[in-house]
């Protein structure tokens, strides 16, 4: 079996997520509070569909913000060879995908607002059959990558 690949991506990754996660918690804890508002006035409404809502909130996002991000970088790594790319991504089922230099079509990096906050962008390589990502990066990292990747995919093009 392959050794794992060595490289990492930045250890900011784990902050930009936390703060998605957030982010995407608030929704359940706005309806969990609503609901126990709406439920004080009204008698049709249970009261414990708002507590329930609210607990769950709380669990999910501690699950979401505090435990998962930790991990997935943890299980994040990636290596540029030559004539391939190698990328280890997952949680509980952890996925290696080889991708050859010579189906590489374009490489793009990306950068939403919450990784320019912390100078990430996610480097996306394209083939004919699909799209890989390289998830938060340092922006400088990522640009080198492309480039890097750029040449590779282009000299393998060039000798077949």
Do not use: C
Not at 100 to 110: A, F, G, K, L, S
Not at 155 to 160: M, Y
């Amino acid at each position: 079996m392959r050794e794992q690949p060595s490289e990492r991506i930045a250890k900011d990754a784990v902050k930009a997520w936390q703060l998605t996660a957030h982010l995407y918690a608030i929704i359940p804890l706005i309806l969990g509070i609503a609901g126990l508002i709406v439920s004080n006035y009204f008698d049709f409404i249970n009261h414990w569909i708002g507590i329930g809502l609210l607990i769950f909130s709380v669990v999910e996002w501690s699950i979401t913000a505090l435990i998962i991000p930790k991990i997935r970088w943890k299980r994040w790594r990636y290596q540029i060879y030559d004539q391939e790319i190698y990328i280890q991504h997952g949680i509980i089922i952890v996925t290696r995908t080889v991708v050859p230099m010579i189906r590489v079509q374009h490489v793009d990096t990306e950068q939403g607002p919450i990784l320019k906050k912390y100078g990430l962008s996610t480097l996306q390589i394209s083939t004919a059959a699909t799209k890989h990502e390289i998830p938060a990066l340092m922006e400088e990292e990522a640009a080198d990558l492309r480039d890097q990747i750029s040449k590779l995919a282009r000299v393998e093009q060039d000798d077949v």
